[in-house]
C-alpha cells in the first residue's frame, strides 16, 4: 500500500500552510505591533503564556463572530480572550480580513496535516473518512458550545440579581484578580 500523498495534494498543503504562517506574520507585523503600543488595547490582548500568543488572540477574536466574542467578553474566561471591541475600534477592515485570513489558514493547515496523517494511516478513502468525522464532531461540539455558555451565563446572571454572589463566585473573582496582576 502506498503511504504517500499525491503530489498535487502534497503541494497544496505545503501552498496553504506557507500562506498561513506568512499573513500571520504579516498580521504580527502590521497590526499586533502597532496594538502594543496603544494604551486602549496594550492590556488586552488576553492571556500570553508565551510569545506571539497576542497575535493568536487577536486573530482569533477577529474571525469570530461578533455575538460569541460578547459572549467570551462578558464569561469567565475573559482574561484569556483579546477584547474583541477595543481590537475591532483599533483595527483597519484590511487588517481585520488579514487577521481573519490568517487564523482561518493556520486552523485550515492544523486539519490538513490531521486528514494527511489518517491518509497515510489508513489508506486515502478510509483516513479521509476517519478525519471528516473526527471534524464533524469538533465542529458540532464547537456550535453548540456558545449556546452552552450563554444560557449558563444567563443563569448565572439572574441568579446574581436575585441571590446575590456565592462562594463559589468569590472564588472565581478572586482567580480573576490575580490573574490580571
Not at 506557507?18 to 496603544?38: D, E, K, N
Request: proline share 6%; net charge positive.
Amino acid at each position: 500500500m502506498d503511504t504517500h500523498l499525491p503530489f498535487p495534494v502534497a503541494v497544496a498543503f505545503f501552498c496553504v500552510v506557507l500562506s498561513g504562517y506568512l499573513s500571520m506574520a504579516a498580521f504580527w507585523w502590521f497590526t499586533v505591533r502597532r496594538l502594543h503600543g496603544h494604551p486602549e488595547v496594550r492590556n488586552s490582548l488576553g492571556w500570553r503564556p508565551l510569545p506571539g500568543f497576542a497575535t493568536l488572540n487577536a486573530a482569533a477574536i477577529l474571525t469570530l463572530p461578533r455575538s460569541f466574542a460578547r459572549i467570551l467578553g462578558i464569561g469567565p474566561l475573559r482574561s484569556l480572550t483579546a477584547d474583541a471591541e477595543a481590537i475591532r475600534r483599533n483595527t483597519a477592515p484590511w487588517e481585520q480580513r488579514l487577521g481573519r485570513f490568517a487564523f482561518l489558514t493556520m486552523l485550515a493547515s492544523v486539519a490538513w496535516s490531521l486528514v494527511g496523517s489518517y491518509m497515510m494511516n489508513w489508506g486515502m478513502v478510509t483516513g479521509a473518512a476517519i478525519a471528516a468525522g473526527r471534524a464533524a464532531t469538533y465542529l458540532l461540539a464547537l456550535g453548540a458550545l456558545p449556546s452552552l455558555l450563554s444560557y449558563g451565563e444567563a443563569r448565572r446572571v439572574r441568579r446574581l440579581k436575585t441571590r446575590g454572589p456565592n462562594k463559589l463566585d468569590d472564588w472565581w473573582a478572586g482567580i480573576m484578580d490575580s490573574l490580571q496582576r
